[in-house]
């Protein structure tokens, strides 16, 4: 067995300086060494993203990242991106339109849809759908999920298009 | 006095919260990654276990070594059957209610017989999982591979290899529906149509794979199981006949499950052997199935063949159906709920929506190595919609008869209830007239028929197909109770006046996601007339809530929020008496109103409930002395009117098909259905999406694809298709409200129409794309090859 490594990086805004085996996969160090458990194993290769976490603040999956390759960098979880406020809006839509039921995929989704207004706020619905096309839900059927991503770029544009009217 | 039957009793004074979109309050957590789903409790001295599954699909094992494996790092021990005989014992999955159905008695590890790929037999547990999975890879088995049964059509074969010698062949169950005639019926018909279907296997797939977590206390032979399940009193109650436990020493703790669409309401061996090793080695025990293991060993859905008839007089009217349904549910038949319900559910629902007088029907049950197949949201409908619809549909074309029109000639008329359909079913009160209309504008279906001829004209092929429905909800005990399966019919809810003027419901059927628990805050905080925020609603815990059956059978808001409706009501009136007394009044003219107690007639405030619990719990010397308030209420409810309470609903799916590639296009998708009342419109219409999602996938995505050794080809999420977000279309749904009288609540179930529906319209409205060129296509899921082979433009298996 190899020999463990160390590690410091930080964790939702914590400093965490620990050793870990060099295949332990960012998932399960962050769910089974740091007790976070806010992401969640759906396929364990990439494909559900069900572990989407944030990566020096680009979303990745926590499958196919090794803890030892996220050394000196920052991760965040739907926990931490959550307490600090980041997601507020995303999840007010989310929990009005019912866009989780089981929730398991909720952290990836909401880490994705984050994403995507960051990056594509003038996303149309077919666009929203193609870019969420990256996370697995078995429960919604994705409408809602794309209604709710849709409720915030709307209200995004128009308080942006109010703002250009002040 | 007269007792008012059950749909005239009161729900409320007023209705704040049922019928409206009420948000999920326990959706926040979720939101937040504050949830609990089996994998992430971690209790102290806890082990992992890991299983060793059968590599092939038929065999013995022949050898086998643990020494390596037990010499690794971590390892507890590596167990096989034997270890844990004695702390286990086998069952089998009959029903007396199902004659002649037979299965073997299976064990939690297979003893030496391997019977499909995914079987557990040997188990390795470590201090970690990682720990376990290493030395998993240091076992070293050997095995005789035996012929294979996995062909569900040679099944029955006299020269097919037997899985079970000792049971004569493999033949798990058969039955017949044959109400007369039938051969008259067709032989004098003006059209006969005749047609196959076939339904790949496929699976759930939930997101949170299936999950134990075994607890067994050797100081007091307590066991708490900490299960992703659906169902935890019937998980009580075999964890506790099968390890010999009293019932009251076995908790089963369902926190949030990740997903479970039947797939978590069945017993599985590897259930079975957790909770033993748990046992055994007197630790907490953790299985959690990664996702191989769950395309492997997760029961699949489905793989049926169905040969079809329908006989119509040349005006349109149905006279008859006949199928035949043969359908192969692995080696063993599923504990305890047995995988002879979906046939037999095929056989009851098939025709399901028609007049029609005559109906025959033989189901074929057969055993084959692959892995067991049993209830998967849907259960039978999928299957008996796609086969009634796809043949009325080539009845109404060969008849040159508007597909629309033809339905809404030959349904059972809304006027013409209570009434018995042809396969013996009992039918109360249905709307298929109304849910017809309603999609016909809905849909703008003269406009799609308008805009699908004006692009034909261009070379663009669409398809609009529709699929009337029926689906048996609300159960009694005739699903499994009359079959001896210790399955409660019933469900029961306890609610609770709180120190602080909270109400505590706490309910046996509990949450996976769908919104029950919301569903039954909205109930509570009407029927005592309190804000909702007041209400806290607790499920998922066999030490806590009353004893009930769970979710299944699109049952949870008719039968569980029934339970509710009656104890907050018995509640109300006690804390009505209650007011009463401390006020030296009569509680004539009392009512609940907004958390307090008041005069009905004159508006005038008496008490308010949080001023009431304060007197009860911590100031009973200011009540009059020979007053003792009773501060909770419990009531069961158990559906008997009927054996299930059928809903009705109508699909239209509306799609593009690329008859260059065989790609189809999703355009829109529009659903009608008659639940009853409908509680939260919001929640019964994500229900509808949901499953009609599911449904989707199984018409054109989904299939668990063998080989003819029994080997799944596909058992990663990145080779098993579900659908995702961008192939989906939007999907409208409207609603007609038929209430049942088997309840004062009125509600039907909701949860599974979706996926009895869709499969049939989008296959329908594929064949109607593919019209013009005379290709038809009744194989599930519809793949672009097999539209390809339909259409003449690729050879069929070269493709």
Redesign the interface.
């Known amino acids: ?1 190899a020999e463990r490594q160390s590690i410091r990086l930080v964790v939702n805004g914590k400093s965490v300086t620990t050793t870990v ?1 060099p295949r ?1 996969h960012l998932i ?1 160090f962050l ?2 060494e740091l ?1 976070i ?9 990439g ?2 993203g ?1 572990c989407t976490v944030r990566l020096n603040g680009q979303m990745v999956r926590g499958c196919l990242v090794l803890a030892v390759g996220a050394a000196n960098c920052t991760v965040e ?3 931490g991106a ?2 600090r406020g980041d997601l507020a809006a995303l ?1 007010a839509a ?3 339109r ?1 866009a ?8 990836g989704m ?1 880490l994705a849809a984050a994403e995507l207004i960051a990056t594509r706020p003038d996303s149309s619905r ?1 666009e ?3 870019f ?2 990256g ?12 209604d709710a991503i849709e409720d915030v770029l709307s209200a995004r544009s128009a308080s942006v298009a109010g703002g250009q009217k002040c | 006095m007269l007792t008012p039957t059950k749909s005239e009793q009161r729900i409320a004074d007023e209705l704040r919260y049922i019928g409206a979109p009420v ?2 309050p326990n ?2 957590r ?8 089996v ?2 409790i ?1 209790l102290p001295r806890m082990a992992h276990v890991v299983y060793w599954r059968s590599p092939i699909a038929h065999g013995r094992i022949t050898s086998f070594d643990a020494s390596f494996a037990t010499m690794m ?1 971590g390892v507890i021990g590596v167990f096989g059957a034997e270890d844990i005989a004695d702390i286990c014992t086998p069952w089998v999955g009959t029903l007396a209610h199902l004659p002649g159905m037979k299965s073997p008695p299976q064990y939690p590890l297979a003893r030496g017989h391997l019977c499909w790929q995914g079987e557990p037999v040997f188990a390795v547990v470590a201090e ?3 720990q376990a999975e290493d030395a998993l890879a240091y076992l070293r088995i050997e095995w005789d591979e035996l012929p294979v049964v996995a062909n569900m059509e040679r099944a029955l074969d006299p020269d097919s290899p037997l899985i079970h010698p000792e049971l004569g062949d493999n033949l798990c169950l058969t039955r017949t529906i044959d109400n007369g005639a039938v051969d008259a019926t067709f032989a004098s018909a003006d059209v006969v149509v005749e047609e196959s279907y076939r339904f790949g296997r496929h699976t ?6 299936r999950s134990v977590l075994a607890d067994f206390n050797a100081a007091d032979h307590t066991l708490t199981v900490y299960h992703s399940h659906q169902a935890p009193h019937m998980m009580q109650d075999l964890y506790s006949r099968h390890l010999n436990l009293p019932e009251t020493s076995v908790r089963v703790i369902c926190k ?6 039947g797939i978590k309401v069945h017993s599985y061996p590897d259930d079975f052997a957790t909770v033993a090793l748990s046992k055994l080695l007197k630790r907490p025990i953790k299985f959690v199935a ?2 191989l293991e769950s395309f492997t060993s997760d029961v699949h859905a489905r793989d049926h063949l169905v040969k079809a008839r329908l006989a119509a007089t040349k005006d349109g009217h149905i006279l008859a159906f006949e199928i035949d349904d043969l359908t192969g549910v692995g080696p063993y038949s599923v504990y305890p709920r047995t995988s002879g319900i979906e046939g037999n559910q095929v056989l009851n629902i098939t025709g399901g929506p028609y007049q029609h007088a005559n109906y025959r029907a033989r189901l074929r049950v057969v055993f084959q190595n692959k892995p067991p197949m049993s209830q998967y949201r849907g259960v039978g409908h999928p299957i008996a919609c796609a086969v009634t619809e796809g043949i009325v549909d080539l009845a109404a074309s060969k008849l040159g008869i508007d597909p629309l029109a033809f339905r809404k000639m030959n349904v059972m008329h809304d006027d013409t209830y209570p009434r018995t359909g042809a396969s013996g079913i009992k039918l109360e009160g249905l709307s298929h007239d109304a849910c017809l209309a309603r999609i016909e504008r809905l849909a703008d279906y003269d406009g799609l028929r308008d805009e699908q001829r004006r692009l034909r004209e261009d070379g663009v092929f669409r398809g609009i197909g529709i699929a009337a429905m029926v689906e048996l909800t609300n159960p009694g005990p005739a699903f499994y109770g009359i079959g001896g399966a210790r399955i409660a019919a019933q469900d029961g809810a306890t609610v609770r006046l709180d120190a602080g003027g909270g109400i505590t419901v706490m309910v046996s059927v509990g949450e ?4 029950s628990e919301t569903i039954f805050a909205q109930i509570a905080a009407d029927a005592l007339s309190i804000p909702i925020e007041r209400v806290r609603v607790i499920t998922g815990d066999t030490s806590v809530t009353p004893y009930g059956g769970g979710t299944w059978a699109s049952r949870g808001a008719g039968i569980g929020g029934e339970a509710v409706l009656q104890a907050s009501n018995a509640l109300g009136m006690q804390l009505i008496e209650f007011a009463s007394a401390v006020h030296e009044r009569s509680s004539e003219g009392l009512k609940l109103f907004n958390g307090q107690v008041m005069d009905a007639e004159s508006g005038a405030f008496l008490i308010d409930l949080k001023d009431l619990a304060s007197k009860a719990y911590f100031r009973p010397d200011t009540l009059p002395r020979d007053f003792q308030p009773e501060l909770s209420a419990t009531r069961h409810f158990s559906q008997r009117d009927y054996p299930f309470v059928f809903t009705n609903g109508v699909h239209v799916s509306y799609v593009e098909v690329d008859v260059d590639t065989g790609m189809v296009k999703l355009l829109k998708h529009w659903v009608v259905e008659d639940c009853g009342r409908v509680i939260n419109p ?2 019964v219409d ?1 229900q509808i ?6 449904g989707i996938g199984g018409v054109l995505f989904e299939e668990c694809l063998y080989d003819e050794a029994g080997l799944l080809r596909n058992g ?3 080779d098993y298709l ?7 279309p ?2 409208e749904i409207a609603h007609v409200e038929t209430r049942t009288k088997t309840s004062a609540l009125g509600a039907k179930g909701a949860g599974e129409a ?1 996926s009895a529906g869709a499969p049939a319209a989008v296959m329908n409205a594929i064949n109607d794309a593919l019209a013009p060129f005379h290709a038809r296509v009744t194989s599930q899921p519809i793949t672009p090859e097999k539209i390809l082979v339909a259409l003449g433009k690729v050879t069929p298996g070269r493709a």
Do not use: W
């Open positions: 067995m085996e332990m399960d769910r089974d007790q458990k806010g992401a969640r194993v759906g396929c364990e290769h494909v559900c069900a979880t739907l926990e959550s307490d999840q989310f929990h009005a019912n989780l039921q089981c929730g398991f995929c909720t952290a909401l077919e929203i759908r193609e969420m096309s996370n697995y839900c078995r429960c919604t059927g994705y409408q809602a999920i794309v | 948000p999920r959706a926040l979720l939101l937040q990654g504050r949830g609990v789903y994998d992430d971690v790092p970690t999982r990682h759930g797939v939930t997101m949170e794979t949030d499950v990740g997903g479970s669409f990664d996702r996976q996601g769908q919104g919001m929640l994500e999406r949901g499953a009609v999602v599911q990663s999420m990145a579900v659908p995702m977000a961008s192939e989906m939007d999907i979706g």
